[in-house]
């Protein structure tokens, strides 16, 4: 008798534990259909806005032959450190001038049927320069070339500080997404109730350098220096939301 009382009892305590859970379960389904109650839109937009750059990214260096690799080495050394002693004359910082590549190769001579022929190395050295005074642009060009620099890889332009081109774009973007969310509702029979979720997918980026053409060939401008435009450039900023409607 006492045992049945005892597993009377332990039957009871797992029937009263397990009742929650039951009741959870069945709450569940009624969470998730209320869920779906509401009708939403989901939509995208973007804010777009144009700025002067006021700053510049260029790449340039030196390339030098030689008989050895210490030769060929000896000789670009001493002309990158003319091209750059050139550069910080013409108010080019420390900061602003990184070397981004440095090669030594060996140079072969190739005839049919014959191996190659070892004539000598070259070498190469890179710095990327920014250049945050664009009046300065074309004379450091010019300053670069007439040190001994030998090639301009490329050229891009951006902004020193992005934020307000962003928020203008930013603001941009939240008017059209307005805009579109109230038509969408007016076309539908429905009006914005409020808005769920915002999110932003990107900002400004730098766009990426432009080949510049060999500096032998560049007509250059009355004071001297290379004629390169700035231009402008597009701040683009994406946003994405989710409005609830109602009748």
């Not at 009892?9 to 709450?27: F, Y």
């Not at 951006?158 to 930013?170: F, K, M, P």
Request: no cysteine.
């Amino acid at each position: 008798m006492k045992a049945f009382l005892r597993a009377a009892a332990v039957g009871a305590l797992i029937t009263a534990t397990a009742l929650p859970a039951v009741a959870q379960t069945a709450a569940a389904p009624a969470r998730a259909e209320s869920m779906f109650q509401a009708t939403t839109l989901n939509l995208a937009a973007f804010g777009e806005t144009r700025v002067r750059p006021d700053q510049a990214t260029i790449t340039l260096g030196v390339t030098t032959d030689g008989a050895t690799a210490a030769d060929a080495m000896k000789a670009n050394t001493a002309k990158m450190n003319q091209v750059i002693a050139a550069l910080k004359k013409g108010g080019i910082a420390d900061r602003d001038i990184q070397t981004s590549s440095l090669n030594l190769n060996p140079q072969y001579h190739y005839q049919e049927n014959q191996p190659p022929k070892l004539t000598g190395y070259q070498a190469s050295n890179q710095v990327t320069i920014v250049v945050r005074d664009l009046a300065k642009l074309g004379q450091a060009v010019d300053a670069a070339v007439t040190s001994g620099a030998t090639n301009i890889g490329g050229i891009g332009f951006g902004l020193q500080n992005s934020d307000a081109a962003e928020d203008a774009a930013r603001l941009q973007a939240v008017k059209a997404l307005q805009a579109k969310a109230d038509l969408y509702a007016k076309a539908t029979g429905y009006r914005v109730a409020r808005l769920v979720n915002l999110s932003e997918g990107g900002g400004y980026a730098p766009p990426p350098p432009m080949p510049m053409m060999a500096y032998a060939r560049m007509e250059k401008a009355a004071d001297g220096g290379a004629p390169v435009e700035a231009g402008e450039l597009k701040v683009r900023v994406d946003i994405t939301a989710q409005f609830e409607l109602v009748k």
